[in-house]
């Protein structure tokens, strides 16, 4: 069941009873790269479960399940700290509401960032990297039952789900600060399992270069909603089978914190800029 135009609208009226502030743009703050939250001026804090049909989330390890609006590089913003995760068992409905939410609030733009795995063999972990498409691996899909027009066409156009005015943007920035930035095709994986080795060979056949488990559920409804789309992965790991070791949630949390300075960087002047 799609979204219900007077949920979002619920939620959004008790969200501005906290706060006037009108956000130009919605952040998505993956795991290990919440920090930058802490950086938003005249912040007001509404924690996920206070605001109406947001979902109640169990808190993984890096994300704290805050809904921050504030100022950041002089433009209004709408960051949210912790996202839902489909593997945690939240319906795609759930995992999505928030981005019908920001779009609602005024925001015309949504940056998505993730922690991933990454898959082409050129990259390393600890880099950034453009997500340039994506690669849906999960077998459905959010706008899946009724579609609500008052939220979007029925069947949206998804040739450009990254726009491509914000990522020459990214580029750009990333060159003048020496950001070492990848580009590349990102997959979507339930989860909460990691990849096998041969899932990961797969996945490089089909043409894949990073492997997650978010960022497609709620980059599909953006554009259902007409947000324009920047997607920014921090690459915490080799992909299962490339590397002879096993993988872990620690190793992820651990690079993604080494990455972090970078990837601060990397978005405020992204939003200096936008």
């Known amino acids: 069941m799609m979204h219900e135009t007077k949920d979002i609208l619920q939620a959004k009226d008790f969200i501005f009873s906290k706060t006037d502030t009108i956000p130009d743009i919605g ?9 930058l939250a802490d950086e938003i001026e005249d912040s007001v804090v509404i924690p996920y479960e206070d605001i109406p049909n947001f979902t109640k989330s169990d808190t993984i390890g890096g994300h704290s399940n805050e809904l921050i609006i504030g100022k950041l590089q002089g433009k209004n913003i709408v960051a949210m700290k912790g996202r839902y995760h489909y ?11 928030p981005v019908r939410v920001i779009k609602a609030l005024g925001a015309e733009n949504l940056i998505i960032t993730n922690s991933c795995g990454a898959v082409n063999t ?5 880099e950034l990297m453009l997500i340039t498409d994506h690669i849906n691996l999960v077998g459905t899909n959010p706008l899946i039952g009724k ?7 029925r069947f949206p156009d998804v040739s450009e789900v990254y726009n491509r005015e914000l990522r020459n943007l990214a580029l750009h920035i990333a060159e003048e600060n020496n950001i070492t930035l990848q580009q590349g095709v990102y997959g979507w994986w339930s989860g909460p399992v990691y990849e096998t080795p041969a899932e990961i060979r797969m996945i490089r056949t089909l043409g894949g270069d990073a492997i997650g488990m978010s960022t497609v559920p709620e980059a599909t409804v953006a554009i259902h909603s007409g947000l324009r789309v920047l997607g920014i992965s921090c690459l915490t790991n080799m992909a299962c089978g490339i590397l002879d070791q096993p993988l872990s949630h620690e190793e992820v949390i651990e690079v993604a914190g080494k990455s972090r300075s970078t990837f601060v960087k990397l978005i405020k002047e992204v939003l200096k800029e936008m």
């Not at 050129?122 to 600890?126: E, K, L, M, T, V």
């Open 147 to 153: 579609n609500n027009e008052d939220l979007g066409t």
């Open 122 to 126: 050129d990259f390393n972990p600890g």
């Open 87 to 97: 593997y945690e068992g939240y319906s795609l409905d759930e995992v999505t509401f």
């Open 27 to 35: 952040i998505i703050l993956g795991s290990g790269l919440g920090s």
